[in-house]
């Protein structure tokens, strides 16, 4: 399956996957609140390669918004949450060196 | 009058190094260490170093330690930021009989709330049985906590063996470390724990600094939410001073471990062999695996707190055991565990030795201890021997 068909899109916008995506690497901020998620996405995102892809795990709500705002912000690729039972997994594709 | 510290487990005084490297960040490097300019940048630099090394004296990883406040604080995060963690997995904990009140009522809080707890019991020395706990393991099963050493007996837990029941059967082990982690090799990667509670007051560093060591990947809940410190596991401005202070004394202790053991090992064997040589007194904990400077007793017919306030007169300072016996007037939970009668019980005290203890003053305690149990004994109203009556015990779990 493409991404694009991984991808769809729910009432509110948010980017929601089908199954998770292959992660060149993955980090898990269970239990940690704002701005944890946004902190740990930046550091993480500094220690992948251009084109690589991050998974960021966590049960912050706000992470809803604030990361794929994060992403545009930065102008690294959003490229979907895929709810597990207890958590979210949020795919990030690293677009330019840092 | 001679003074002569002889409770270094209740707390060591602050080794001249460590309030050396503390006291610049009382007065001129006050920055807040989450501040964007030079005096914050220096702050959280003081703070990852005193990480490194404080995760150097257990063989962790920097980023596995988490500042806290205390060794309470650390056990009561250990506890309750697991069992919140894994509760969805299941909601039972193990935790041996003679754990620290922080950890027994910590434990005792999540009962309330839901977890089923097993208190294991301990044998005569206070050893936990390993394979006691692996018969105590369910599907349910999500934390084992076993203290690492007693403060109050001495006696050494086989951490090694029980990291091997619970790495078998996919738990996680948390061990209190704080009596020993400073006072005997520690190292996270041989004992394979998951958390581990350690404190610098225990190693010739302040009071108000501790840690716990989480293996990385472990989920926890934090206990204190609101800021970034501590990776947003502990909320709260860092008290800089302390954690610098931990941090020195940590790396102080990791090159001078050894030779403070070769040296209060045999001054410690000396006060436990002069000590035996006195009528109906009795070494409690285990006689070699123990702390090196703990020498533990229950002296018949009389009262730890007559024992500890004669000697105190005497210019000796020692303890009687745990806050619960010497405060509340209760028989120690420990004791009654490991099989000591409550009428025996109330006779406990504890002598603990440090880097300062020399052999001048084991000769002047050996020299006064049976003086004070001789005196104690003919004032006694039990010398005659032990009537029916008994001191109520603590509400230690069955």
């Known amino acids: 399956m493409s991404l694009a068909e991984a991808h769809q899109l729910d009432n509110s916008g948010i980017k929601f996957l089908n199954q998770p995506i292959k992660a060149d690497s993955e980090t898990d ?15 993480k995102v500094k220690e992948i390669r251009k084109g690589q892809v991050l998974s960021i795990l966590t049960d912050y709500d706000g992470a809803l918004e604030d990361i794929p705002e994060w992403c545009s912000k930065t102008g690294n690729e959003f490229l979907g949450i895929y709810e597990d039972s207890d958590h979210y997994k949020f795919f990030i594709r690293k677009a330019k060196e840092s | 009058m001679k003074k002569i510290y002889l409770d270094h487990v209740a707390t060591n005084p602050l080794h001249p190094e460590v309030l050396d490297a503390m006291m610049p960040y009382f007065r001129d490097d006050y920055g807040n260490p989450l501040s964007l300019y030079g005096p914050g940048f220096k702050a959280r630099e003081a703070i990852e170093h005193a990480r490194e090394s404080s995760a150097s004296l257990i063989n962790a990883k920097a980023k596995e330690i988490i500042f806290t406040a205390s060794g309470a604080e650390s056990n009561n995060f250990a506890l309750k930021g697991i069992a919140y963690a894994l509760q969805s997995k299941g909601k039972h904990i193990i935790v041996s009989k003679v754990e620290h009140h922080s950890i027994l009522n910590s434990a005792r809080f999540l009962e309330k709330q839901g977890f089923v707890v097993t208190y294991l019991p301990v044998d005569n020395y206070g050893l936990v049985d390993p394979e006691a706990v692996r018969k105590a393991i369910t599907g349910e099963t999500i ?21 091997r029941i619970a790495r078998e059967k996919g738990v996680l082990l948390h061990t209190d470390s704080v009596a020993a982690a400073g006072n005997i090799p520690v190292d996270v ?26 293996k990385e990947g472990t989920r926890i809940v934090p206990l204190i939410y609101g800021g970034i410190q501590e990776g947003g596991r502990r909320a709260g401005t ?21 030779k403070r053991i070769e040296h209060i090992r045999p001054l410690r064997d000396n006060i436990i062999s002069s000590t035996l040589k006195i009528d109906k007194v009795i070494l409690t904990g285990h006689p070699e695996q123990r702390l090196p400077g703990h020498a533990s007793f229950v002296v018949e017919y009389i009262e730890g707190e007559a024992m500890l306030l004669m000697l105190a ?27 000591v009668p409550v009428h025996l019980a109330q006779g406990s005290v504890v002598f603990t030795l440090g880097e300062g203890t020399t052999s001048e003053d084991i000769t002047y305690f050996n020299e006064t201890f049976p003086q004070v149990i001789s005196r104690l004994r003919e004032i006694s109203p039990y010398s005659k021997g032990w009537d029916e009556t008994e001191a109520p015990t603590c509400t230690a779990k069955k």
């Not at chain 1, 901020?29 to 550091?43: E, F, N, Q, R, S």
């Not at chain 2, 509670?197 to 009071?207: C, E, I, L, N």
């Open chain 2, 143 to 163: 934390l084992i906590s076993i203290i690492h050493a007693s403060p109050e007996i001495g006696t050494i837990q086989p951490i090694g063996e029980i990291s």
């Open chain 1, 29 to 43: 901020v269970i239990y940690m609140m704002c701005p944890m998620h946004l902190l740990t996405l930046d550091d």
């Open chain 2, 189 to 214: 990667q041989a004992l394979n724990v998951d958390l581990m509670t350690f404190a610098a007051h225990q190693f010739y560093g302040p009071k108000g600094a501790a840690a716990l060591y989480v």
């Open chain 2, 313 to 339: 007169a005497k210019g000796i300072y020692s303890a009687s055991g745990s806050a619960c016996s010497s405060k509340a007037l209760k028989s120690s939970p420990v004791l009654i565990s490991i099989g």
């Open chain 2, 238 to 258: 860092e008290n800089v001073p302390a954690i610098v202070g931990m941090g020195k004394a940590a790396e102080i202790t990791k090159r001078d471990l050894q």
